[in-house]
């Protein structure tokens, strides 16, 4: 039997071995393969339960109702069984359920106030601009919305958008209302005609589809009238100067 130092046991050749300075594996360790979901909100165990949570929230789930069945999200699902218990009689569930809709309410009304300021102070501020733009004889601004399109409910508290909310918006409505005006005259022609001829089959077709154009109209009409009755209605409530100007000597 031939010695260890014969088949160059632990002493392989020269070619064979490690050089200097360099690594036995050029290519470093393989990395670990991430788990998925696992660094979604920071990587701890916590964090990645909490993942896990909203991902199987949404996930939809069929219940049965009686006699039906409907496909909902897993939290809704879960939202009527404690509505159910509650209503059977579960006073602790009742108590979750009122903290639940509590915390929703308070969370909207914060909303609601925020969007009611915001909406204040924005008709303020850009107001004054259309306002001094006007008086000078200049075009207005491209400022979308325009102020009195951010429409305020002083009951309610709720605000809407009546009009344009980008410059693009505007150019796009600027070229219906042409075509609207354009179409205004057939459409009466062919609502006369139709009078005459109920069941006439074109007539009906032509007229449903120059309605869109007629109800853009109309609507397009009562805006601009909305927006004039405000611009005379600031006059109104400013002072002239001259009467200003009296009051102080």
């Given at each position: 039997?031939?010695?260890?130092?014969?088949?160059?046991?632990?002493?392989?050749?020269?070619?064979?071995?490690?050089?200097?300075?360099?690594?036995?594996?050029?290519?470093?360790?393989?990395?670990?393969?991430?788990?998925?979901?696992?660094?979604?909100?920071g990587g701890g165990i916590a964090d990645r339960l909490a993942a896990?949570?909203?991902?199987?929230?949404?996930?939809?789930v069929t219940v049965r109702e009686g006699e039906k069945t409907s496909e909902m999200p897993a939290m809704q699902a879960l939202l009527r069984t404690m509505f159910r218990a509650a209503a059977q009689g579960d006073i602790k569930v009742g108590r979750q359920l009122l903290d639940v809709?509590?915390?929703?309410?308070?969370?909207?009304?914060a909303t609601a106030v925020e969007m009611l300021q915001s909406a204040a102070r924005y008709k303020e501020e850009y107001g004054r601009i259309f306002e001094e733009r006007e008086?000078?004889?200049?075009?207005?601004?491209?400022i979308y919305p325009h102020p009195d399109d951010v429409?305020?409910?002083?009951?309610?508290?709720?605000?809407?958008?009546?009009?344009?909310?980008?410059?693009?918006?505007?150019?796009?409505?600027?070229?219906?209302?042409?075509?609207a005006l354009k179409s205004l005259g057939r459409y009466f022609e062919v609502e006369a005609a139709l009078k005459e001829e109920p069941t006439n089959p074109e007539l009906r077709r032509e007229l449903k589809a120059?309605?869109?154009?007629?109800?853009?109209?109309?609507?397009?009409?009562?805006?601009?009238?909305?927006?004039?009755?405000?611009?005379?209605?600031?006059?109104?409530?400013?002072?002239?100067?001259?009467?200003?100007d009296t009051s102080d000597q």
């Open positions: 039997m031939p010695s260890k130092d014969n088949r160059n046991y632990r002493k392989p050749p020269v070619e064979h071995q490690f050089q200097k300075g360099t690594s036995g594996n050029p290519r470093g360790r393989p990395k670990k393969e991430a788990q998925p979901g696992f660094g979604a909100l896990m949570a909203l991902n199987e929230a949404m996930r939809p809709m509590a915390r929703g309410e308070s969370q909207r009304t008086r000078e004889g200049l075009d207005p601004p491209d429409i305020i409910d002083e009951t309610t508290g709720e605000v809407t958008i009546d009009g344009p909310i980008t410059k693009d918006q505007a150019g796009a409505r600027k070229a219906v209302r042409e075509q120059l309605e869109p154009y007629y109800h853009f109209f109309r609507s397009e009409a009562a805006r601009n009238a909305r927006r004039e009755a405000l611009r005379l209605s600031r006059r109104a409530l400013k002072k002239p100067e001259s009467e200003d």
